[in-house]
C-alpha cells in the first residue's frame, strides 16, 4: 500500500520486514506460502509489497491469518481492564483506543512487530496543510475530511479513556500524562495516526459462519462503516492496483485468506483492490493517486449550482416546493456524482437517476407539481430540452469554479515530471492535488460536449419534449430489430 512511510535504510527495512514474517510465522495456524515474499518497492514509490517468487495458480492460497492474530478490539485485552463499554463507541473509535492502547505498550503488546511495519507519516489530507489543500481548487473532496468533527471525537470520547487509564496508556516519554496543552497535542497526533491507519488499512470483519453466514462473495471488504473493524497483519501490505488486482481476501469460519483470483507469474507483485473508487477518495483514504484508478473519476455537482442554473434563488426545501416534495420523499441529496464517460457513453448511462429526478422536478409546471405531490410520488427520471439546459448552465458554472484550465494543469504535471529527485512532502502533494482536479475538469469538460450535442439536436429535430432515456431504449431496441432481420 502507497501510504508515505518514513522507513530506516534498506537493511533496516528489509530487516524490519524479515522480522515481521519471522514473528507472523510463528503464530499458531498462520500459513504463508513459500512462494510469496515481502519485499522492498521504494524504488517504485510503493513501500512494502508482497512479491511472488515462482508462479502461482488460480485460486492458491497465498496465506490465512487466524481470526484471533487480527488486531480488533475483541482480541485485544484492553476491554478486560477497563470498565468502559469499547463496543459503545462505535467500530472506528473503539479500534483507535485499542490501537493507541497496544501501541504504548510498546514490547507487551502481542502485536508489537506489526506496529514497526506500519507507517507513522501519512499523505492522507487529513495531514495537509490549508495551503496544499488548496491545490485540490474546487473539488467536493476537501469538504469530507472531516478533520474538525473527528477531532471533536477524540476529545469528547477517546481522551476521557485514555486520561482515566494512565497504566493502561502510559505517556511518551517526555510526558507526565495526557492533561494540558502539549498532552492533549500529542494524544490528538496518536489519534490521528491510528485512524489514517485504520482508514488505509483495516478490513471490515464479518462475523464467522456459525454466527453469520458469508457477506456477498463471501470475502472480506473495507465498504461497511458498521462492521466490527480489524488490522489484519500481511493482508494490508498488499499494494492497490485497479487494473492488476490479482488478490482478493476471503472470509472463512475460523481465517482470513488471501487467495490468488488468477494466475500469477514468477516476479509479480500480488495486487488487493480497493473497488471503484475515484482518485479524490483514494487520496482522502489512502494518501496517494494512481492513473489505474482515473477511470473511477467523478464530478460532484452542488445542489446549490443546480438551483441556481434552474433560476431559484437558493436550495432551502422550505422555500422551494419543488425541492420540498423530494426531501419529504427522502431523495433529496446536497450534491450528486456524475462519472466518468467512457467514449461509449450517452448522457443517458452517465447521469443518475437521483440527478434526473431533481432536474425533472425543477422544471414541473405548478400544475403538474401539485399533481406529483398529491400522488405523493416523484416525477420518473426524465431528460429533455429545459432538463439538458438547466444541466448544461450548471455544469458550466461548476467548471469556472476552478481558477486553471485543463492545459494549465497539465503544464504544471509536465514541469512536476521533469523533476529528477523523488517527490515528496508539498510538491508530491501538490502534484496528487492536480491529478484529482484535472480529471475533474475533464469530466465537466466531457459532459458541456455532450450536453451541447443534446441540445443541438433536440432543438434541430424538434425533440424538446423526449427523454434521453427513452431515446436510448428506443435506439436498443431498433438495433434488436435489425439484427434480427
Not at 450548471?394 to 485543463?406: C, F, G, L
Request: one cysteine or more; a negative charge; aromatic letters at 6%.
Amino acid at each position: 500500500m502507497s501510504t508515505t512511510t518514513h522507513f530506516p535504510d534498506a537493511d533496516g527495512f528489509q530487516r524490519q520486514s524479515d522480522e515481521f514474517v519471522s514473528w507472523l510465522k510463528q503464530k499458531p495456524g498462520v500459513r504463508i506460502n513459500p512462494h510469496i515474499q515481502v519485499t522492498d518497492l521504494r524504488s517504485q514509490g510503493a513501500g512494502r509489497g508482497v512479491v511472488a517468487l515462482s508462479d502461482i495458480d488460480d485460486g492458491e492460497e497465498l496465506f490465512a491469518i487466524p481470526r484471533d492474530v487480527v488486531l480488533t478490539v475483541q482480541n485485544s485485552n484492553l476491554k478486560n481492564h477497563i470498565s468502559q463499554d469499547l463496543d459503545e463507541l462505535g467500530p472506528w473509535l473503539s479500534l483507535i483506543v485499542v490501537m493507541i492502547h497496544e501501541f504504548l505498550i510498546g514490547e507487551k503488546s502481542a502485536w508489537a512487530h506489526y506496529f514497526r511495519v506500519l507507517p507513522t507519516k501519512f499523505d492522507t489530507l487529513m495531514f495537509w496543510t490549508d495551503s496544499e489543500l488548496s491545490e485540490l481548487q474546487a473539488s467536493a473532496i476537501v469538504d469530507k475530511i472531516g478533520k474538525q468533527d473527528a477531532e471533536q471525537s477524540i476529545f469528547d470520547m477517546v481522551a476521557p479513556i485514555v486520561r482515566a487509564n494512565p497504566h493502561l496508556f502510559p505517556p511518551i516519554a517526555g510526558l507526565s500524562s495526557y492533561d494540558g496543552d502539549e498532552g492533549a497535542r500529542v494524544l490528538l497526533e496518536l489519534a490521528h495516526r491510528m485512524g489514517s491507519l485504520i482508514m488505509a488499512y483495516a478490513f471490515d470483519i464479518e462475523k464467522s459462519e456459525d454466527e453469520e453466514g458469508d457477506g456477498e462473495d463471501g470475502y472480506v471488504t473495507d465498504e461497511e462503516d458498521q462492521l466490527p473493524k480489524g488490522m489484519v497483519p500481511l493482508a494490508d501490505l498488499l499494494n492497490a492496483d485497479a487494473d492488476r488486482n490479482n488478490a482478493r481476501l476471503f472470509q472463512e469460519e475460523k481465517f482470513l485468506v488471501m487467495r490468488a483470483i488468477k494466475p500469477i507469474k514468477a516476479g509479480e507483485e500480488l495486487f488487493n483492490d480497493y473497488g471503484e473508487i475515484p482518485r479524490a477518495d483514494l487520496l482522502r483514504r489512502y494518501g496517494y493517486v494512481t492513473d489505474n484508478y482515473a477511470q473511477y473519476d467523478v464530478v460532484e455537482m452542488p445542489l446549490t449550482l443546480i438551483c441556481q442554473a434552474a433560476g431559484l434563488n437558493d436550495a432551502e426545501p422550505e422555500n422551494q416546493p419543488q425541492l420540498k416534495l423530494l426531501e419529504d420523499l427522502e431523495i433529496l441529496e446536497d450534491g450528486y456524482c456524475i462519472p466518468r464517460p467512457s467514449s461509449a457513453d450517452s448522457l443517458a448511462d452517465v447521469l443518475p437517476d437521483e440527478l434526473l429526478t431533481l432536474l425533472k422536478t425543477l422544471t414541473l409546471t405548478p400544475d403538474q407539481l401539485r399533481q406529483q405531490k398529491s400522488k405523493n410520488k416523484p416525477p420518473k427520471p426524465a431528460f429533455a430540452l429545459p432538463e439538458a439546459q438547466i444541466l448544461l448552465e450548471a455544469v458550466q458554472k461548476r467548471a469556472t469554479q476552478y481558477p486553471t484550465s485543463i492545459e494549465q494543469d497539465q503544464e504544471i504535471l509536465s514541469l512536476l515530471d521533469k523533476i529528477q529527485a523523488p517527490l515528496e512532502g508539498s510538491p508530491r502533494r501538490q502534484k496528487m492535488a492536480v491529478q484529482v482536479r484535472l480529471g475533474e475538469k475533464e469530466i465537466l469538460r466531457q459532459l458541456t460536449a455532450m450536453l451541447m450535442d443534446y441540445i443541438s439536436n433536440a432543438k434541430q429535430h424538434g425533440e424538446g419534449n423526449s427523454s434521453a432515456k427513452r431515446n436510448a431504449q428506443d435506439e436498443g431496441s431498433r438495433k434488436a430489430k435489425i439484427q434480427k432481420t
